[in-house]
Every structure is written in structure tokens, then in C-alpha cells.
């Protein structure tokens, strides 16, 4: 079974609405990472949280990762074409630093 | 902020040949080095570990033999899939470690993609 699912799939929004893509394990995570691809690009590094109830905002986007440590959400405010792509979430689940990753969220923007 | 290279970026070759991938941090120093496998609509796949100037440690499944790592420096490490297959088309992406104290301690490659004919 996949260590870290990621919920939706896929998601279609309207420009300017909010979404939320959600990443849930059933073990500690020692570190959570956020990461946006274009589609056969590389990752690009969104936000990484550590502590359980950790908040982080960067422009539009926010990261949380709940007291338990095991689930994380990103929140996207008001959202544009530039937001589109595929948003990954990578953990920290053994505390060896090998990163395991959710099969990701396509979101595609509508303007 | 960091960065990591790859080359080259795609590459096409015949079945049974051997391709050679870099990466390389070019503005810091990374004793260790990730190689990940992404499929289609499918997530990252850690295979490998790479260490500066020790061996590699490959996750289970992947095959050492046919996917050979060499972190020659701390700046590069090179995977080499000898022998390619069909089933070796895939998208490979390296990461670079870089203690900065601030998290974001792993800096990605951006991707090489392989297609073997």
C-alpha cells in the first residue's frame, strides 16, 4: 500500500477559488515536504514542515501539518493559471532522510 | 537558492546500450545524492542513495548490476543504466542534499528523461 496518499487526483478549479490537496500517512512523518512539478520537469521546493501543528504560508500557498504529525494539507488562496501543475508531497518516514513521495495532484486552473 | 543539474536532459537509445546521466550540485557541496524514477502519472521512486566516495545504497527492487552509481565527487554523481531495455523509458531525477539548517535540505534535478527503443 502507498505510505503517503494523496488526495484528490486531480482537480479541476475555476480561476480565483480556493482548493485544498491533502497528504495522509499512517506513520510519523519527520518531515513533510511540498513540491510543484510541470509535467517532465523537476520539483520545485514549495514549504517543509517539521513540528506537529506547524503552519506556513508563502504568497498564496499555505502548509499545515496536524498535531499528530501524520497529515498534511496545502491550501491555495484564490487561485491562477500559474498555480497549475503537480503538486507533490514528500516525507521523511523512517528519520533516515530518504524522502517517500504520494503519487501526486494534478490541478489544472481554469481561467 | 541552490542548484542542481542534470545532463542531458532526454535521451533517446537502442536497446542494449549503456546511458550515462550527471548530476551535479553547482553551488555547494553534496556528500550524499538521491536518484529518483517517476512513470507516468506515477510518484517519485527513491532507487538509490549516493554517498561520496563510498558505495551506494540501492532500495529494494532495483538492481545495482544494472544501474551503476558513482559519486565521484562532491559536487557530481553520475547513474549509469547499462544495457537499457524498453522498460528502463522513465523520467530520472537526482537530488542533492544540502544541510542548510533551514529544512529544505534536498534540491532536486530537473529530470532526464529516457527513452530506450
Known amino acids: 500500500s502507498q505510505e503517503l496518499e494523496q488526495s484528490p487526483q486531480s482537480l479541476i478549479v475555476q480561476e480565483g477559488k480556493n482548493l485544498t490537496i491533502n497528504c495522509t500517512s499512517s506513520?510519523?512523518?519527520?518531515?513533510l515536504y511540498w513540491y510543484k512539478q510541470k509535467y517532465g520537469e523537476g520539483l520545485i521546493f514549495l514549504m517543509m514542515?517539521?513540528?506537529?501543528?506547524e503552519e506556513k504560508s508563502h504568497e498564496k500557498i499555505t502548509a499545515k501539518l496536524d498535531e499528530k504529525k501524520q497529515q498534511s494539507s496545502l491550501h491555495i488562496t484564490a487561485s491562477q493559471p500559474s498555480h497549475a501543475g503537480i503538486y507533490l508531497c514528500?516525507?521523511?518516514?523512517?528519520?533516515?532522510?530518504?524522502?517517500?513521495f504520494g503519487k501526486g495532484t494534478l490541478l489544472t486552473v481554469n481561467p | 537558492g541552490a542548484v542542481v543539474s542534470q545532463h542531458p536532459s532526454w535521451v533517446i537509445c537502442k536497446s542494449g546500450t549503456s546511458v550515462k546521466i550527471e548530476c551535479r550540485s553547482l553551488?555547494?557541496?553534496?556528500?550524499?545524492m538521491f536518484w529518483y524514477r517517476q512513470f507516468p502519472k506515477q510518484s517519485l521512486m527513491l532507487m538509490a542513495t549516493?554517498?561520496?566516495?563510498?558505495?551506494?545504497?540501492?532500495e529494494q527492487g532495483v538492481e545495482k548490476d544494472k544501474f551503476l552509481i558513482n559519486h565521484a565527487s562532491l559536487t557530481l554523481s553520475t547513474l549509469t543504466v547499462t544495457s537499457a531495455h524498453p522498460e528502463d523509458s522513465s523520467f530520472y531525477i537526482c537530488?542533492?542534499?544540502?544541510?542548510?539548517?533551514?529544512?529544505?535540505?534536498?534540491?532536486f534535478g530537473p529530470g532526464t528523461r529516457l527513452l530506450v527503443l
Open positions: 506513520k510519523t512523518l519527520y518531515g
Open positions: 514542515l517539521q513540528k506537529g501543528g
Open positions: 514528500g516525507a521523511d518516514i523512517g528519520s533516515n532522510y530518504k524522502l517517500t
Open positions: 549516493s554517498n561520496e566516495g563510498s558505495k551506494a545504497t540501492y
Open positions: 537530488s542533492a542534499d544540502r544541510t542548510s539548517g533551514k529544512g529544505e535540505t534536498q534540491y
Open positions: 553551488d555547494f557541496q553534496a556528500t550524499t
